[in-house]
RNA sequence: GGCGAGUUGGCGGAGUGGUGACGCAGCGGAUUGCAAAUCCGUGUACACGAGUUCGAUUCUCGUACUCGCCUCCA
């Protein structure tokens, strides 16, 4: 099979991917912090990193690539939600209700991503429990002389890293220059960022060589990297708002932790989602979590049909229309090969070849409607289930629950007469049995065997209630 | 101000130094009692200017515009 090219953004090149092990293909992906329903922009990273696991998994094999994805779950956000829980009476300490909230939303978040058929990683650690990982790194990070504890705070010393700011491409001079960072009177250097940071006596906090206190932001996931795929690693990615300074900080940390490792090889960064052409902002009223598309009948299918149209380097856009016309392509697709038991061989050549092009989800997507036309339906369903798509399960339940609609008696009574009135070549009534049907939100389909029929956007059954 | 990405037909969206995919919509046809659904066919585009080249949408430079990041953010 082709090798694989991936899109580094270290090096602003795309580059052919090898893996440090081929026997064990390590990527980490920044997961989300927990502090509410996953948004719709949250999964598109979700989404882009389940194709590529499982290009790799096709590649190397299903047992030799190793996926980690974290949870963030030491944020304000999530206290402010404990404390007024608290405040309303909530049982239980602040760090149980802190707990209580982190653990729901987690609950939340792999039932959405598992509904836009996503696999978990084999990894998902919260940094909760990597604390003592952390405080291990930042004390080593100050023997070394990168970081420097300072009324309460420890903070990385930017200016002992020499490479900092390469991987967004800015140096530190030109950063101080623009920048709209915290001035704080214990920092060295405007640009040094905080490895720990002091807890108030009410707010959850750990134990430290320097206090009570939480760690940065960034310090949890160069620890758990470094934790569970070691100092040296293959695929590190997230969105690109994420690459600073988020990212740069974590390969300060871990660079300077482990000064011969590398950290990351390749890192990948995926482009913004938009919503009718502008970003998804509270304020504009176009922000929504991925509950309330699936609430609203959107099936998670369609979701990551529409995302992958898109390749990952580019804004996506997601609009009404794209959904609509993903979910038509979908069941087009799901009635050709979807109800294959057990699909023979493997995906084709042309789709492998353009997702092992830096992940052309699109391009795998046109060589489906060349294989849907005039291929094979075990091929067409071996490479759609490669992108994630077509898949048995979970992710097919809103196309089969439409096939069977537990509604049907009226629709299919109104069927039934409309039938007997064209047999009796009475074409007024069989119209207007079909009008009511339209008017209903039917779709009827005839063939020359039988009718059938879906449930269209506007299906109502009640309409057709005077047919009793 | 600094860094980066982008500008392709009515819409969405790939790709390429030399006949400009694909999907949706439109149009034509098959099918139908008429339709719908389905299937077949089909037109129009590479922001602007300059350069390199036998030849550029594709490479280089410039201009305009759009967007993202630089602050929590996927």
């Known amino acids: 099979m082709t090798e694989i090219k991936l899109h580094n953004t270290k090096t602003r090149k795309k580059e052919v991917f090898t893996p440090i092990d081929a026997e064990n293909v390590r990527m980490y992906l ?22 590529l696991n499982r290009l790799l998994r096709y590649k190397y094999g299903p047992d030799n690539v ?40 987690i609950a939340w978040y792999l039932e959405d991503m598992a509904a836009l058929g996503t696999d978990e990683p084999d990894h998902m650690p919260r940094a909760t429990e990597y604390i003592a990982q952390m405080v291990t790194m930042i004390e080593d990070l100050i023997a070394k002389g ?34 709209r960072v915290e001035v704080a009177p214990y920092k060295k250097n405007p640009m040094d960022f905080v490895l720990w940071k002091p807890s108030t006596d009410e707010l959850p906090g750990w134990d430290s060589p320097w ?12 620890a758990m990297a470094d934790e569970l795929l070691g100092a040296s690693f293959d695929i590190h990615g997230g969105g690109n708002d994420l690459q600073f300074p988020h990212h740069e900080n974590e390969i300060a940390q871990s660079c300077c932790a482990n000064p011969d490792a590398g950290f990351a090889n390749f890192w990948l960064h995926n482009e913004m989602l938009q919503v009718e052409g502008k970003k998804m902002s509270k304020s504009l009223g176009n922000f929504f979590t991925v509950r309330d598309l699936l609430d ?63 992940l052309n989800t699109h391009g795998a997507i046109t060589v489906l409607r060349k294989l849907y036309k005039s291929g094979d339906a ?46 009796q070549k009475d074409f007024a009534t069989a119209d207007k049995m079909r009008d009511l049907l339209i ?16 449930p269209g956007p506007d299906f109502d059954p009640s309409k057709l209630e005077g047919l009793k």
């Open 439 to 454: 008017s209903a939100g039917v779709v009827v389909k005839d063939s020359k065997e039988s009718t059938t029929w879906e």
């Open 378 to 423: 075990h091929v067409f369903r071996k490479s759609a289930e490669l992108l994630g798509l077509l898949l048995p399960g979970e992710t097919a339940e809103w196309f089969e629950g439409q096939a069977e609609p537990e509604t049907s008696d009226l629709v299919e009574y109104a069927i039934a007469l409309r039938t007997e009135a064209k047999l």
């Open 66 to 105: 190793t996926y980690v994805r974290n949870f963030t779950d030491v944020d304000d956000k999530i206290n402010a939600t404990a404390m007024a829980r608290k405040e309303a009476g909530a049982a239980g300490t602040l760090e149980d209700l802190v707990r209580e909230r982190s653990d729901e939303t």
């Open 146 to 179: 990168h970081a420097y504890a300072a009324e309460g705070h420890v903070l990385f010393a930017v200016e002992s890293y020499k490479e900092y700011g390469a991987l967004s491409g800015r140096s530190v001079d030109d950063m101080i220059a623009g920048a």
């Open 30 to 51: 920044c997961g989300p912090t927990v502090y509410d329903r996953a948004h719709l922009g949250n999964a598109r990273p979700v989404v882009v990193f389940d194709v």
């Open 296 to 358: 609203q009948g959107i099936a998670g299918e369609v979701i990551r049909f529409v995302f992958l149209s898109t390749h990952y380097r580019k804004p996506m856009d997601w609009t009404e229309e794209k959904a609509r016309e993903a979910k038509a392509e979908l069941e087009r697709w799901r009635a050709f090969a979807g109800s294959i038991e057990e699909p023979m061989g493997g995906p084709h050549a042309e789709v492998v070849s353009a997702l092992t092009d830096d």
């Open 211 to 222: 206090g009570r206190g939480r760690p940065g932001w960034h310090i949890e996931c160069s």
